[in-house]
Each structure stands twice: as structure tokens, then as C-alpha cells.
């Protein structure tokens, strides 16, 4: 049982150390890439058939050793950040400028394993080790961009490393009050008052730094703006993933904080309607896509208030199964934003390498250029903003149904508001590339195959997954505190 | 206030203080001396959780330390590198702004 | 009389703790970053952790002591000094946060408190028969290995990042000014070989007594750094050899996990009668790689020597893609 | 009895020592006097603090290590003093240096 927990960890470090040493980058990379993906799959089947996997390397029960769990929203995560690192593999393969140099590939590999490791981690101490490790592994794919990428990473590597210190000061504290360091142990034994609302305060502000949770968001759009190429889908579909499946998993085994609720109630749809109005003023198209990826986080956040009756037994049904449809709701948009962002930022870099820009003015004409890319963004734009038949429609529909039924109207009008203003966004772009080309005469550089189809793939993905997602929200339940 | 409960909150009051010093101020090397001080305000907490004040305190907490103090010198020594670059890149926009030469 | 003695060492520690933040020049925190530093060794002392006051000493002070340094002493001072102690917009939020941390800290004493209780998981793992007699070994190497793992993961990313920015990702061609002064050069002469024998002393310590890899890496890099800066640049991996060297640790400690799976069918379990070789033998690669990493970090912050066209620092592309390839 | 009144007498003769280098540090104008302060009144309370303790008789091992760390600083002290006196006007051939 602890094969498919640990090695998914494991193999991607021994890939990092092949690559960092061997000259075979490419067919190392690419191999690891997919026998995740199979490990991925083997997992999700094994979730779905006998619930969530438990296991404990070195032999050592818990709560001495450490223990290694890993449920539905673990193995859906999981699944997806196996798709779209071998989509963005296969990208970087076919444009290597677009991938920052050789040693990307350790980097990424490394990111990888810290991801994976977060997602099984039932422990909270290797799930800070698990973050650190994801935040080195991005911090250093992100200063591959180049002189204008040092300045942002260097922001982004002191912000991220202060979150997982206020995380550690949350973990020193559930184990002074439980004593143990294992989750699903401390769930029960933290009973509410100033400790658990202390340790759920730090964890939120500790992984919302991470999880680019509205105010402190500052360094994602000039990350992204400066980054390669292949590393903006790493950041925003796998990273900032990480953190909020922390974050999920501990509100929901520590039973939620009503006053912190409040808050993040507020902050989610500030950085909903905020981050969309931002997205819409932009005029560099990396710097728009990574807006939309703080107001999108905003929705996420809005399933920690959402769902809260669903945490304590003694709510009412209505209000239970409000949130039970908000919770599953908000973590599908998880998992559609993860596919329909990471195309839209591969697409994204192709469209800037195509145009010789990256202001959106210069995108004109590129539909003629690169149809298929133009196509791509459209595509992820329209799952992001939610439009059927995509899993970005089943997400956002099952919350608004949740938010109906358990009278949360604020939520509504929230979610309905920030659909438009990703759909407008996204036409904006779409409008500008639509656009006769300026200069049809001018010499054009192709675009390889290899950039045109991970992008696709990954966009046709978020869309074809929407029409039947029952499995998906079956995956979803397995394991989770609002199911049992 | 037994020892260790005095160091828990010495260590509390110095993480939060190397946080605060970290986000107010704009020179990058400053930010991560601070980074350093919180880091270490943080082991404070949690090696005096582990300890009775009397006798070697708990071994699992120790280990935790360890690994924190690891980790703290490898992402410092990783930010300090940047810093050097992100200098170097400004000096080299200095210089070929005002073109003093040097650089 | 302790507790007087106690509170001394907090006020220092607290002392030293805002004087490195609110030191006007950069210069000088790095110093009482130092001072701070091992203050905070006694305090680990008074607290009954002698493995984590000889981490502190040897890397916390030693190594990261060494980054700050040399990241001081080779910089432009910035434009404007920063006026950071007269300014009440510095002092107001620190003085805000410190009311914070004493809060949390009242939080932390109560939830110490109520939580006290039997089988805390230091009384366990005293009692666990693990392969080495030493505590704090037994749980960083047998009862939590896989932090450790991760751990030396987050090393070995650092550092294979900060390479990254050099040229083909090695410090070959990174200008070492041969320092020949004699004073030096006779202190290395005797300083390394002792340094060295210390390493070995750690190393073999750390399953019986306070000690172990991480220390012992420590110490390897010191006398790597005096070996690369005194003109000794051939005996320290700085080229080719560089990124094997970084990466071994991580590679053993992976081997050892696979090792044990195929083995013994669990991973990471080690098995008394060649559990304690296995451990001794991963801490001797590891303290290579924590060697080897801490110095290259320490290197990595030079600039490389400019070749006769100024290609960027990094060989990674100028921009991120300005020109995409035919 | 006799050994523990001779440890209080070293221990506090060795502090003064110290006491008496720091202020040197503080009030001498330039470096090298200032150098000259440090190395020997620190190097020799110290001595005084190590020869306190190895007093009270832990053993010839513990005493054995007293003793070798008294020597690495005054190995370490020596250098870094002969180094940053002689630092302040380098010869011709270094380099930057650390």
C-alpha cells in the first residue's frame, strides 16, 4: 500500500538527481513524467475502490512515525498535476527557449516531488517540509527567466519561506495542545477556543501567502510575468494547488473557525471581484492570466465559509447539504482551474514568442498566425469563466446550487459577477487576436507542433471532463470530514 | 513563568518581530537577515514546547529544530545568491543608464 | 537564581534580536546577526538540546554567518542608508508585533498547559528501540526519515538552483582570488587537517552522543571554503565534479529507501544488525553533499568571470521568449 | 573546598580579563590597537576560564577537549588579528579576499 504513496515522491527526486547530473534530460523527464501519470491513475483507482490509503515508511506507526494518507481530493490533485506536467513537458521539449535552460529539468522535477509529497503527507511537520521543498523547487524555476525574473523570485522565495514559518508556529501548537503531530489524530482532540482559532489564523495567513489569497498575492503577477513559459503553469495550476489542499484538509479536520470564516468570506470575494477588474485593466498578457489566477484562488476560499455547517454534526440538513454541494462544487473549479489555467499560460507564451510581444496590443493578427493557439485560449477562457460543458460550468453551477440552498446570496452574486468578468477578459484578448493582421507580409515564425497540442490537450481536458464528472465528485467525497 | 515558558514567548515575540521588520523594509538584504531572525524565533517555540527545563528535552522536537535549521541555511543561502544577482542586475542598468562605465 | 539567570539570556536574546533588525547599515546587522546567533547557542544549551545548540553553532552562526558575510563585504552600499531607527514607521510595527508575539506566546504557555499529558511522543521515542542509542539520530534517521529525506531534498534544490544561474551550471568559471597572505596559508596548514579530524569525530559521534551529518557537513564546508579561498582551489569540486557532489547525499538517502524496500519490504525501515552501518554510511554521503552544497552556496554568490562577449549571467534565455527558434 | 574557592577566583579573574578586552575594543582609537586588546586579554581570560574549570576535575578527556578548544582560539584569534591588522594595507598580489 505505501508503494503508491511514496513512490510518486521518490521517483520524480531520483529523476531531479538524473537530470542534474546525467546529460538524457529530455527522456529521463519525460519518462518520470509518465510513470506519474500511471501512478496517478493507480491511485485514483485504488481511492475510488477502498478509500483513502494509509500507510507509514520506516514500519513506524503513528504517532511516532510518520503518517502518510492519501484521499480523494489528494489523488484528484494528484492526477492533475501528473497531466499537466507531462502537457508542459511536451512543451517544453518542442520550444526549449520557452523552458528556461537545462537545469529546469531538476527544478521541475523537484517541484513535482514537493507537490506529491504535500498531497500524501498526513503529517504536519512533513507537510511543512513538503512546502519548503515545492517553494524552493518554484523559486528557482522562476529566477530562470532571466535578469527581469531575480527581483520576483527573490520576493516571492522571503514571502513564501515567512508563510511556512507561521505554518510551523501553527503545527508547534497543535502539538503542544494534542501532542502529536499527526492530522488526523489532532482532529479530534483540539477542542475550539483560542488555540484552534490561533492555529487555524496562522495556517490561513501562512498558506494564503502561498495560495496567492487576495492581499497577499503581491508576487504572483510579476513571477509570472517574468517566468519562462513552462514554469507559469507549474506556479499557478500545482503550486498555489498545494497549499490550498493543506489548507482544505486542516479546516476540515479541525472543524473551521465561524469569526475566521467572516473573514475569508470577505477576502474571497474582494479577491474575486478585485482580481477580475485587475485582469480586465491589464495590458501585458501574462501579467492578465495571473490576475485571474488570484481572483480565481477567490473562489476557492470562498468553500472554507461555504462549507462550514457541513463540519459541525449539529448543523441543520438544509444547511448541511449546501454545503456538502459547495464543497464538492469549489474543489471541481479547483481542478478545472488547474487544466484550463495551465493551458491558457502555455498558450499564453506561445501567442507572446508568435507576436514578438507581450502587450496584448501586439497579439493582433495572431489568429491568422496561430489558429490553433487562439483557439486553445479561447477554449480555457471559456471553461475559467464557467460556460457549459466544461468542469469550470459543473464546478461553478454545484456551488451556486450549495450557496442557493443554504441561503448564501452574497456567494451568488459573487460567483456570478466573477464568471463575467473572466468571460469578458478572456474576449478582450480573444477580440485583439481576432484582429486582421497588421503586416501580413512580414517573414512569420511557425509554431512547432509540439507547443500547439500539450496546450490543447490540456484545454479539451477541462471541457471533456465537465460532461461526466460524477466520478470526479465521487473522488472528491472519498475520505473528506463533510462526507463521513 | 518557568524557563521554557519564558523562551516560548521569547520565542513567539522574535518571530513576530523578524516578520514585521521583513515586510517593512525595501533593502533585500536586510529582508532576509530578518527572514533569519524569524526563522530562528520559530525554533525558539519549538524547542521550548519540547523542553521541561530540566533534563534534554524531547528528541522528536530536536529533531524538528534540526531539520528547521537546515532548511532556514539552505533557503538563505539560495535568497543571498539572488540578492547578489538582483545588485549586479541593478548596477548594470546603472550603468548602461548613466554610463559611467564601471559595472 | 536560574530564573534570574534565564531571564538575563531572553533579554539578551531579545536585545540582540531588534538591534540586528534595526541596525542602520547592513554591515552591522549581519554582526549582530552573529552576536544573536550564539546567544541563541546558550539558550538551546539552557534548554536541554545539545544537538540543536551545536547545529545552531556550527550552521545557524557558522554557515549562514559565512553567506551573510561574504554577501556584505562584496556589495555596493545601497543608495540611501536606510534612517531605519530614527523613523517611527519602522518602530510602530515592531512594537506591534512584539504586543502580537506575546499574545501567541500567552496562547502557547496555555495550550502547553492544558495539553500536558502522559505519552508525549519524546517519552516514545526515548523508549522506541531504534538502530542507534542516541535520540535525536534514531528520530531524524529511523522514526521520521522521510523529513530527513525531504530535508536533504530542499537542500539539494537550493543549492542545484543557485548554480543554476552560473554558466552550464558550475562554479568553473565563477574569478576565486587566491588570498597567499602566510599567516593564512599557515593557518590552513594546520586549521584544515584538525577541522577534518573533527568532521570524522562528528560524524561517527552522532549515533551515540550529541553530533551527526548535518554538523559535520557544516564543518566539511568551512574547511572547503578555506581550501578554495587560500589558492587550494584544485582540492574543492567547484567544476565538473560540482553537481555530483551536491546531489549524492540525495541520491544515497534514495538508494537506501529503495534498498530497504526491496529488502526488507518497507521502505525506509532499518533492521538492527546492518540498520547502524546503513545509517553511518548515509550520514558519511550526506555529510559530503551538506559539504559540497554549503560551500558551493557560498561560491555561488560570485559572478562569473565575463567571457569576452557579455552573454547574460545566466545562460538561461535573455528573455523569455523575445524570439522563438524556426 | 579548597578547589571550588580556586575555580571562583580563575573564573572571575578570567571574566575580568574579558571585561577588560571589551573595553579596550570600545575605547582604543584605531584597529590595531584595538586588535591588540582583543587577542590578548580575550585569549588570556579564556585561559583562565578553561583552567577554572579543568580545576574541578571532570576527567582528563573533558579536560583534554578544554584545553584543545582553548588553543583553537587562541590559533583563531591569532590569525584573524594578524590578518586584519596586516589587512588594513595589503601587500601587493592579493586579491579582494574574504
Redesign the interface.
Same mark, same amino acid.
Given at each position: 500500500m505505501a508503494d503508491l504513496l511514496l513512490l510518486p515522491v521518490l521517483l520524480p527526486l531520483a529523476g531531479a538527481v538524473a537530470t542534474a547530473v546525467l546529460p538524457w534530460r529530455r527522456t529521463v523527464g519525460l519518462t518520470v513524467a509518465a510513470a506519474q501519470l500511471g501512478f496517478a491513475v493507480a491511485a485514483v483507482v485504488a481511492v475510488l475502490r477502498d478509500g483513502p490509503l494509509r500507510g507509514s515508511p520506516g514500519g513506524w506507526e503513528p504517532p511516532l512515525g510518520i503518517a502518510l494518507r492519501l484521499d480523494g481530493l489528494g489523488a484528484a490533485v494528484g492526477l492533475l498535476a501528473a497531466v499537466v506536467v507531462l502537457a508542459v513537458l511536451g512543451h517544453a521539449v518542442a520550444r526549449p527557449a520557452a523552458a528556461g535552460g537545462p537545469s529546469a529539468w531538476p527544478l521541475t522535477l523537484v517541484t513535482v516531488a514537493g507537490l506529491q509529497a504535500v498531497l500524501v503527507s498526513g503529517d504536519l511537520f512533513t507537510t511543512y517540509v513538503a512546502l519548503e521543498l515545492m517553494t524552493v523547487g518554484a523559486v528557482g524555476l522562476v529566477a530562470l527567466g532571466g535578469r527581469r525574473a531575480l527581483a520576483p523570485a527573490l520576493r516571492y522565495l522571503c514571502v513564501a519561506v515567512l508563510g511556512s514559518f507561521a505554518f510551523l508556529v501553527a503545527v508547534a501548537l497543535v502539538h503542544a495542545r494534542t501532542g502529536t503531530l499527526t492530522l488526523e489524530l489532532a482532529a479530534g482532540a483540539l477542542p475550539p477556543g483560542p488555540a484552534l482559532g490561533t492555529v487555524l489564523a496562522l495556517a490561513t495567513v501562512g498558506l494564503g501567502v502561498k495560495a496567492v489569497l487576495a492581499p497577499l498575492h503581491a508576487w504572483l503577477p510579476d513571477a509570472h510575468a517574468a517566468a519562462p513559459t513552462t514554469v507559469s503553469p507549474l506556479l499557478s495550476a500545482l503550486v498555489v494547488k498545494g497549499s490550498l489542499v493543506v489548507l482544505v484538509r486542516l479546516w476540515s479536520a479541525l472543524g473551521g473557525h465561524a469569526g475566521l470564516a467572516v473573514v475569508l468570506a470577505v477576502l474571497g470575494s474582494g479577491a474575486v471581484l478585485w482580481g477580475g477588474v485587475l485582469a480586465l485593466r491589464q495590458d501585458r498578457l501574462k501579467r492578465l492570466v495571473a490576475y485571474s489566477t488570484v481572483a480565481q484562488v477567490g473562489y476557492l476560499v470562498l468553500l472554507l465559509p461555504l462549507a462550514l455547517p457541513a463540519l459541525d454534526p449539529a448543523a441543520p440538513d438544509g444547511a448541511r447539504t449546501g454545503a456538502l454541494l459547495a464543497w464538492e462544487g469549489a474543489l471541481l473549479l479547483l481542478l478545472a482551474h488547474g487544466l484550463a489555467k495551465a493551458a491558457l499560460f502555455l498558450a499564453a507564451g506561445t501567442l507572446v514568442g508568435v507576436a514578438g510581444g507581450d502587450r496584448v496590443a501586439d497579439l493582433a493578427g495572431t489568429a491568422t498566425r496561430a489558429p490553433m493557439v487562439v483557439l486553445t485560449f479561447g477554449v480555457a477562457g471559456a471553461c475559467l469563466a464557467g460556460l457549459p460543458p466544461s468542469l469550470g460550468f459543473t464546478g461553478k453551477w454545484r456551488m451556486l446550487e450549495g450557496a442557493v440552498t443554504s441561503g448564501a446570496w452574497w456567494a451568488v452574486a459573487v460567483l456570478l459577477v466573477g464568471g463575467l468578468l473572466t468571460a469578458s477578459a478572456t474576449a478582450r484578448v480573444l477580440g485583439v487576436a481576432l484582429r486582421p493582421d497588421p503586416d501580413p507580409a512580414a517573414a512569420r515564425r511557425g509554431v512547432p507542433a509540439g507547443a500547439r497540442w500539450p496546450a490543447l490537450t490540456l484545454a479539451v481536458l477541462a471541457v471533456g471532463t465537465g460532461v461526466g464528472s460524477a466520478w470526479l465528485v465521487d473522488l472528491l467525497l472519498v475520505g473528506a470530514v463533510p462526507a463521513g | 513563568m518557568s524557563a521554557p515558558d519564558t523562551f516560548l514567548v521569547l520565542g513567539a515575540v522574535v518571530t513576530l518581530l523578524g516578520a514585521a521588520r521583513l515586510l517593512t523594509t525595501r533593502d533585500h538584504l536586510r529582508q532576509i537577515i530578518a527572514l533569519n531572525v524569524a526563522g530562528a524565533g520559530t525554533l525558539l517555540v519549538l524547542v521550548a514546547l519540547g523542553s521541561e527545563g530540566t533534563g534534554t528535552a524531547d528528541p522528536v522536537l530536536q529533531a524538528l529544530a534540526l531539520t528547521g535549521i537546515v532548511i532556514t541555511v539552505a533557503v538563505t543561502g539560495l535568497a543571498l545568491v539572488l540578492v547578489r544577482r538582483v545588485d549586479a542586475a541593478a548596477a548594470d542598468a546603472d550603468a548602461d543608464g548613466d554610463g559611467d562605465g564601471h559595472g | 537564581m536560574t530564573a534570574l539567570l534565564d531571564v538575563l539570556l531572553a533579554a539578551a536574546v531579545l536585545v540582540a534580536a531588534v538591534a540586528t533588525l534595526l541596525a542602520p547599515r547592513a554591515g552591522s546587522g549581519v554582526l549582530l546577526f552573529l552576536v544573536l546567533g550564539l546567544l541563541l547557542v546558550l539558550v538551546w544549551a539552557r534548554l536541554g538540546a545539545p544537538d540543536v545548540a551545536l547545529a545552531e553553532a556550527a550552521i545557524a552562526s557558522g554557515a549562514t554567518g559565512a553567506l551573510l558575510v561574504s554577501a556584505v563585504t562584496g556589495r555596493r552600499p545601497p543608495a540611501e542608508p536606510d534612517r531605519a531607527r530614527r523613523s517611527w514607521a519602522a518602530l510602530l510595527p515592531l512594537g506591534a508585533a512584539a504586543a502580537a508575539g506575546a499574545l501567541l506566546g500567552g496562547v502557547l504557555v496555555r495550550a502547553r498547559r492544558d495539553g500536558a499529558g502522559p505519552g508525549r511522543l519524546g517519552d516514545l521515542a526515548r523508549e522506541a528501540d531504534g538502530v542507534v542509542s542516541h535520540p535525536v539520530t534514531t528520530v531524524l534517521l529511523d522514526l521520521r526519515a522521510l523529513d530527513t529525506l525531504l530535508e536533504i531534498a530542499v537542500l539539494t534544490a537550493a543549492v542545484l538552483a543557485a548554480l543554476a544561474l552560473h554558466r552550464d551550471g558550475t562554479l568553473a568559471a565563477v574569478a576565486l582570488p587566491a588570498d597567499t597572505r602566510p599567516v593564512l596559508r599557515g593557518f590552513v596548514h594546520l586549521a584544515v587537517p584538525l577541522v577534518l579530524l573533527l568532521v570524522g569525530w562528528f560524524l561517527v559521534a552522532g549515533s551515540s552522543r550529541p553530533g551527526g551529518a548535518f554538523q559535520a557537513g557544516a564543518l566539511l564546508a568551512g574547511a572547503a571554503l578555506l581550501l578554495a579561498l587560500t589558492g587550494r582551489r584544485d582540492l574543492v569540486p567547484t567544476g565538473r565534479w560540482l553537481p555530483p557532489a551536491v546531489v549524492v547525499g540525495l541520491a544515497g538517502f534514495l538508494a537506501l529507501a529503495g534498498g530497504t524496500r526491496l529488502l526488507a519490504g518497507t521502505w525506509l525501515a532499518l533492521a538492527p544488525p546492518w540498520g547502524a552501518a546503513a545509517v553511518l554510511a548515509l550520514e558519511a554521503v550526506l555529510v559530503v553533499a551538506i559539504g559540497a552544497g554549503l560551500a558551493a552556496l557560498v561560491l555561488a554568490a560570485r559572478p562569473d568571470r565575463r567571457v569576452a562577449a557579455p552573454t547574460p549571467p545566466a545562460d538561461a534565455a535573455p528573455a523569455p521568449d523575445r524570439q522563438a527558434p524556426r | 573546598m579548597l578547589l571550588d574557592a580556586l575555580t571562583v577566583v580563575l573564573v572571575t579573574a578570567g571574566c575580568l580579563f574579558v571585561t577588560a578586552g571589551t573595553v579596550g575594543l570600545l575605547r582604543f582609537p584605531d584597529l590595531s590597537q584595538r586588535l591588540h586588546a582583543l587577542t590578548k586579554a580575550d585569549t588570556l581570560g579564556l585561559g583562565l576560564v578553561v583552567l577554572g574549570l579543568v580545576v574541578q576535575g571532570p576527567g582528563w578527556a573533558v579536560a583534554a577537549k578544554l584545553g584543545l578548544l582553548w588553543l583553537?582560539a587562541l590559533?583563531a584569534s591569532a590569525?584573524n588579528g594578524?590578518?586584519l591588522a596586516?589587512g588594513a594595507a $595589503?601587500?601587493p !598580489?592579493? !586579491?579582494? !579576499? $574574504?
Amino acid at each position: 500500500m505505501a508503494d503508491l504513496l511514496l513512490l510518486p515522491v521518490l521517483l520524480p527526486l531520483a529523476g531531479a538527481v538524473a537530470t542534474a547530473v546525467l546529460p538524457w534530460r529530455r527522456t529521463v523527464g519525460l519518462t518520470v513524467a509518465a510513470a506519474q501519470l500511471g501512478f496517478a491513475v493507480a491511485a485514483v483507482v485504488a481511492v475510488l475502490r477502498d478509500g483513502p490509503l494509509r500507510g507509514s515508511p520506516g514500519g513506524w506507526e503513528p504517532p511516532l512515525g510518520i503518517a502518510l494518507r492519501l484521499d480523494g481530493l489528494g489523488a484528484a490533485v494528484g492526477l492533475l498535476a501528473a497531466v499537466v506536467v507531462l502537457a508542459v513537458l511536451g512543451h517544453a521539449v518542442a520550444r526549449p527557449a520557452a523552458a528556461g535552460g537545462p537545469s529546469a529539468w531538476p527544478l521541475t522535477l523537484v517541484t513535482v516531488a514537493g507537490l506529491q509529497a504535500v498531497l500524501v503527507s498526513g503529517d504536519l511537520f512533513t507537510t511543512y517540509v513538503a512546502l519548503e521543498l515545492m517553494t524552493v523547487g518554484a523559486v528557482g524555476l522562476v529566477a530562470l527567466g532571466g535578469r527581469r525574473a531575480l527581483a520576483p523570485a527573490l520576493r516571492y522565495l522571503c514571502v513564501a519561506v515567512l508563510g511556512s514559518f507561521a505554518f510551523l508556529v501553527a503545527v508547534a501548537l497543535v502539538h503542544a495542545r494534542t501532542g502529536t503531530l499527526t492530522l488526523e489524530l489532532a482532529a479530534g482532540a483540539l477542542p475550539p477556543g483560542p488555540a484552534l482559532g490561533t492555529v487555524l489564523a496562522l495556517a490561513t495567513v501562512g498558506l494564503g501567502v502561498k495560495a496567492v489569497l487576495a492581499p497577499l498575492h503581491a508576487w504572483l503577477p510579476d513571477a509570472h510575468a517574468a517566468a519562462p513559459t513552462t514554469v507559469s503553469p507549474l506556479l499557478s495550476a500545482l503550486v498555489v494547488k498545494g497549499s490550498l489542499v493543506v489548507l482544505v484538509r486542516l479546516w476540515s479536520a479541525l472543524g473551521g473557525h465561524a469569526g475566521l470564516a467572516v473573514v475569508l468570506a470577505v477576502l474571497g470575494s474582494g479577491a474575486v471581484l478585485w482580481g477580475g477588474v485587475l485582469a480586465l485593466r491589464q495590458d501585458r498578457l501574462k501579467r492578465l492570466v495571473a490576475y485571474s489566477t488570484v481572483a480565481q484562488v477567490g473562489y476557492l476560499v470562498l468553500l472554507l465559509p461555504l462549507a462550514l455547517p457541513a463540519l459541525d454534526p449539529a448543523a441543520p440538513d438544509g444547511a448541511r447539504t449546501g454545503a456538502l454541494l459547495a464543497w464538492e462544487g469549489a474543489l471541481l473549479l479547483l481542478l478545472a482551474h488547474g487544466l484550463a489555467k495551465a493551458a491558457l499560460f502555455l498558450a499564453a507564451g506561445t501567442l507572446v514568442g508568435v507576436a514578438g510581444g507581450d502587450r496584448v496590443a501586439d497579439l493582433a493578427g495572431t489568429a491568422t498566425r496561430a489558429p490553433m493557439v487562439v483557439l486553445t485560449f479561447g477554449v480555457a477562457g471559456a471553461c475559467l469563466a464557467g460556460l457549459p460543458p466544461s468542469l469550470g460550468f459543473t464546478g461553478k453551477w454545484r456551488m451556486l446550487e450549495g450557496a442557493v440552498t443554504s441561503g448564501a446570496w452574497w456567494a451568488v452574486a459573487v460567483l456570478l459577477v466573477g464568471g463575467l468578468l473572466t468571460a469578458s477578459a478572456t474576449a478582450r484578448v480573444l477580440g485583439v487576436a481576432l484582429r486582421p493582421d497588421p503586416d501580413p507580409a512580414a517573414a512569420r515564425r511557425g509554431v512547432p507542433a509540439g507547443a500547439r497540442w500539450p496546450a490543447l490537450t490540456l484545454a479539451v481536458l477541462a471541457v471533456g471532463t465537465g460532461v461526466g464528472s460524477a466520478w470526479l465528485v465521487d473522488l472528491l467525497l472519498v475520505g473528506a470530514v463533510p462526507a463521513g | 513563568m518557568s524557563a521554557p515558558d519564558t523562551f516560548l514567548v521569547l520565542g513567539a515575540v522574535v518571530t513576530l518581530l523578524g516578520a514585521a521588520r521583513l515586510l517593512t523594509t525595501r533593502d533585500h538584504l536586510r529582508q532576509i537577515i530578518a527572514l533569519n531572525v524569524a526563522g530562528a524565533g520559530t525554533l525558539l517555540v519549538l524547542v521550548a514546547l519540547g523542553s521541561e527545563g530540566t533534563g534534554t528535552a524531547d528528541p522528536v522536537l530536536q529533531a524538528l529544530a534540526l531539520t528547521g535549521i537546515v532548511i532556514t541555511v539552505a533557503v538563505t543561502g539560495l535568497a543571498l545568491v539572488l540578492v547578489r544577482r538582483v545588485d549586479a542586475a541593478a548596477a548594470d542598468a546603472d550603468a548602461d543608464g548613466d554610463g559611467d562605465g564601471h559595472g | 537564581m536560574t530564573a534570574l539567570l534565564d531571564v538575563l539570556l531572553a533579554a539578551a536574546v531579545l536585545v540582540a534580536a531588534v538591534a540586528t533588525l534595526l541596525a542602520p547599515r547592513a554591515g552591522s546587522g549581519v554582526l549582530l546577526f552573529l552576536v544573536l546567533g550564539l546567544l541563541l547557542v546558550l539558550v538551546w544549551a539552557r534548554l536541554g538540546a545539545p544537538d540543536v545548540a551545536l547545529a545552531e553553532a556550527a550552521i545557524a552562526s557558522g554557515a549562514t554567518g559565512a553567506l551573510l558575510v561574504s554577501a556584505v563585504t562584496g556589495r555596493r552600499p545601497p543608495a540611501e542608508p536606510d534612517r531605519a531607527r530614527r523613523s517611527w514607521a519602522a518602530l510602530l510595527p515592531l512594537g506591534a508585533a512584539a504586543a502580537a508575539g506575546a499574545l501567541l506566546g500567552g496562547v502557547l504557555v496555555r495550550a502547553r498547559r492544558d495539553g500536558a499529558g502522559p505519552g508525549r511522543l519524546g517519552d516514545l521515542a526515548r523508549e522506541a528501540d531504534g538502530v542507534v542509542s542516541h535520540p535525536v539520530t534514531t528520530v531524524l534517521l529511523d522514526l521520521r526519515a522521510l523529513d530527513t529525506l525531504l530535508e536533504i531534498a530542499v537542500l539539494t534544490a537550493a543549492v542545484l538552483a543557485a548554480l543554476a544561474l552560473h554558466r552550464d551550471g558550475t562554479l568553473a568559471a565563477v574569478a576565486l582570488p587566491a588570498d597567499t597572505r602566510p599567516v593564512l596559508r599557515g593557518f590552513v596548514h594546520l586549521a584544515v587537517p584538525l577541522v577534518l579530524l573533527l568532521v570524522g569525530w562528528f560524524l561517527v559521534a552522532g549515533s551515540s552522543r550529541p553530533g551527526g551529518a548535518f554538523q559535520a557537513g557544516a564543518l566539511l564546508a568551512g574547511a572547503a571554503l578555506l581550501l578554495a579561498l587560500t589558492g587550494r582551489r584544485d582540492l574543492v569540486p567547484t567544476g565538473r565534479w560540482l553537481p555530483p557532489a551536491v546531489v549524492v547525499g540525495l541520491a544515497g538517502f534514495l538508494a537506501l529507501a529503495g534498498g530497504t524496500r526491496l529488502l526488507a519490504g518497507t521502505w525506509l525501515a532499518l533492521a538492527p544488525p546492518w540498520g547502524a552501518a546503513a545509517v553511518l554510511a548515509l550520514e558519511a554521503v550526506l555529510v559530503v553533499a551538506i559539504g559540497a552544497g554549503l560551500a558551493a552556496l557560498v561560491l555561488a554568490a560570485r559572478p562569473d568571470r565575463r567571457v569576452a562577449a557579455p552573454t547574460p549571467p545566466a545562460d538561461a534565455a535573455p528573455a523569455p521568449d523575445r524570439q522563438a527558434p524556426r | 573546598m579548597l578547589l571550588d574557592a580556586l575555580t571562583v577566583v580563575l573564573v572571575t579573574a578570567g571574566c575580568l580579563f574579558v571585561t577588560a578586552g571589551t573595553v579596550g575594543l570600545l575605547r582604543f582609537p584605531d584597529l590595531s590597537q584595538r586588535l591588540h586588546a582583543l587577542t590578548k586579554a580575550d585569549t588570556l581570560g579564556l585561559g583562565l576560564v578553561v583552567l577554572g574549570l579543568v580545576v574541578q576535575g571532570p576527567g582528563w578527556a573533558v579536560a583534554a577537549k578544554l584545553g584543545l578548544l582553548w588553543l583553537l582560539a587562541l590559533l583563531a584569534s591569532a590569525t584573524n588579528g594578524a590578518l586584519l591588522a596586516r589587512g588594513a594595507a $595589503p601587500p601587493p !598580489g592579493t !586579491g579582494s !579576499g $574574504p
